[in-house]
């Protein structure tokens, strides 16, 4: 069993920054592919950001290009999401993910391509 934790969340005023934090516990592959996705009231779930655990490649979703950045920390299995020059449109639970699955040099946008899901994280900006 795998189990995703996610923190950093909270209330912040636009344009501030704010760092996601996603754990992973359980049995976990030397290899697989870490995302972020958000969802809004009254919206669906949307990608934002996705690294592969091997090579560290990223994808972006356009909405958040140059404002957001994904990392990982390997020994602590754990993945970030940076987040500068935040909007009110930023506010949304934020998911991290895993996938488990073989994965190849593309990104895997959406909820199906992953196996497990953290519970989320409430970030809210103010204007």
């Known amino acids: 069993q795998v189990h995703l934790v996610e923190s950093g969340g909270g209330l912040v005023q636009a344009g501030d920054s704010l760092r996601l934090s996603c754990a992973a516990t359980?049995?976990?592959?030397?290899?697989?592919?870490m995302g972020w996705f958000r969802q809004a009231p009254g919206k669906e779930r949307e990608f934002v950001a996705q690294?592969?655990?091997?090579?560290?490649?990223?994808y972006y979703a356009d909405f958040v290009k140059g404002r957001f950045t994904i990392s990982r920390d390997v020994a602590k299995k754990t993945v970030y999401l940076q987040m500068n020059r935040v909007k009110p449109e930023d506010t949304a639970v934020y998911y991290c993910?895993?996938?488990?699955?073989?994965?190849?040099?593309?990104?895997?946008?959406?909820?199906?391509?992953?196996?497990?899901w953290g519970q989320g994280t409430q970030v809210t900006v103010s204007s």
């Open positions: 993910a895993v996938r488990y699955r073989p994965y190849s040099s593309t990104s895997y946008r959406g909820g199906g391509d992953f196996d497990y």
């Open positions: 359980g049995r976990t592959p030397s290899t697989y592919v």
């Open positions: 690294i592969n655990w091997s090579g560290g490649n990223t």
